[in-house]
């Protein structure tokens, strides 16, 4: 058996895809264009495992993805192919609507090809797992409840509206073909191997090198943030457990104001790696709000708690403390992330901030 997932190289997937191979015997082929946030060191380990195929390439390319349906006759498709940052989204929007709403139709209509031609069991067990994100649900005020499957979809950045289409496609493509589809909705990841453009590794790497440490307009926008470890296996029991047609919300109940993030970031470091020169909150700097800024999520994971026996294992200081340890341990790894293009998009980004 063979599932077939998309991004494999990116943070989560990478993540996925080598706890995957821990739990099991599974094979696994990974299609990923290795953009700016693809990274194939990610799984270098897997190098010379006969389970592991990776493929250079994109999911918008249905020529390709059709051959390696026909080639693998994966059992699945864990889809976590997308462009992934909402600041990049408000800066060139084109990408996200190539790669997460044209991109994930071409996979649906490769998969439902695909699936056509099925019989019997691998018919009935085929599955297209959709990663998506709370963002679509939009934005909550401090005393909303948190957001569960029944939410509206009110997504505010491209990013989140790029999601919140892909969503709908594989919705209806449930609904109209009959396409055995999940979707997963899940709140902000961290851990190892997160591209340095996001808050919590992007402060951790600034801190070490003394620079800045970049917190938007006052600090208090509220994100649910959940150890990717808890992610994958929250994935790992939906393509299990999960039905057909349905939305699981993954969330670790841990609801932490992005000033307080970059704080608990501080005192680890503090701890862990002290600064001859002070305390490293001394580099927090309140810069220029995001256009559009999502105030608070928060997820409700009631549904997969009950429905799938899933729940998050790390709390947020546990698994901060490993993402922090992770990171002082493969200083190699955030260095070679940290490209001329990487540069080039922290210029960008962050000048007009002041
Ligand atoms: P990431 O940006 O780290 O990785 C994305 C991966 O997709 C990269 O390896 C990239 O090379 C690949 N990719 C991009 N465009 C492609 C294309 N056209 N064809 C093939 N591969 C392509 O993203 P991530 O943080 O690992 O997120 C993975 C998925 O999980 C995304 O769908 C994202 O929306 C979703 N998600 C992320 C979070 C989070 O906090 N990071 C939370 C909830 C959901
Ligand atoms: P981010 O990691 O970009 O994830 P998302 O926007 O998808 O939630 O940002 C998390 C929170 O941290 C968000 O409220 C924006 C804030 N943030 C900063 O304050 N400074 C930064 O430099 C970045 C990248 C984000």
């Not at 739990?23 to 693809?38: F, H, K, M, Q, S």
């Not at 940052?85 to 800066?91: A, E, G, K, L, T």
């Not at 085929?126 to 509206?152: K, M």
Request: proline residues 5%; negative net charge; aromatic residues 12%.
């Amino acid at each position: 058996m063979t599932i077939l997932v998309t991004g494999g190289a990116g943070f989560i997937g990478a993540n996925f895809i080598l706890e995957w191979m821990r739990r099991g015997d599974e094979a696994v082929v990974n299609l990923d264009a290795l953009t700016y946030a693809g990274n194939a060191d990610n799984l270098a380990s897997l190098q010379g495992d006969a389970r592991y195929d990776f493929v250079c390439g994109d999911i918008k390319d249905r020529k390709l993805v059709d051959r390696l349906l026909r080639r693998y006759a994966p059992r699945a498709v864990v889809h976590f192919a997308a462009e992934s940052h909402v600041d990049r989204s408000i800066h060139g929007p084109d990408a996200f609507i190539q790669t997460n709403v044209f991109g994930t139709f071409t996979l649906l209509e490769a998969a439902r090809s695909y699936w056509s031609g099925l019989s019997g069991a691998d018919r009935d067990d085929f599955r297209f797992l959709n990663v998506s994100t709370d963002e679509v649900y939009g934005s909550l005020e401090h005393d909303d409840p948190a957001f569960t499957e029944n939410s509206c979809y009110r997504p505010n950045s491209p990013y989140s509206a790029s999601k919140a289409a892909a969503d709908h496609l594989v919705r209806a493509w449930h609904h109209t073909y009959g396409l055995p589809v999940l979707v997963s909705n899940c709140s902000n990841n961290y851990g190892p191997r997160q591209f340095p453009e996001k808050l919590i590794p992007l402060a951790i790497t600034n801190a070490l090198c003394g620079k800045p440490l970049p917190v938007y307009g006052d600090g208090m926008s509220v994100r649910d943030w959940l150890y990717v470890g808890d992610h994958c296996s929250a994935l790992q029991a939906v393509l299990e457990g999960g039905v057909p047609g349905e939305v699981y919300n993954i969330g670790g109940r841990n609801e932490v104001s992005a000033l307080e993030v970059v704080k608990g970031v501080c005192e680890l470091l503090d701890e862990l790696h002290p600064d001859r020169a002070g305390p490293y909150s001394r580099l927090i700097t309140f810069v220029k709000d995001r256009p559009g800024h999502d105030r608070r999520y928060a997820i409700d994971p009631g549904k997969a708690e009950y429905a799938l026996a899933w729940s998050a294992v790390e709390s947020f200081a546990s698994g901060l403390r490993k993402t922090v340890d992770w990171y002082l341990a493969n200083r190699e790894w955030t260095d070679n992330v940290q490209s001329g293009a990487y540069q080039h998009w922290i210029t960008r980004n962050y000048e007009a901030r002041g």
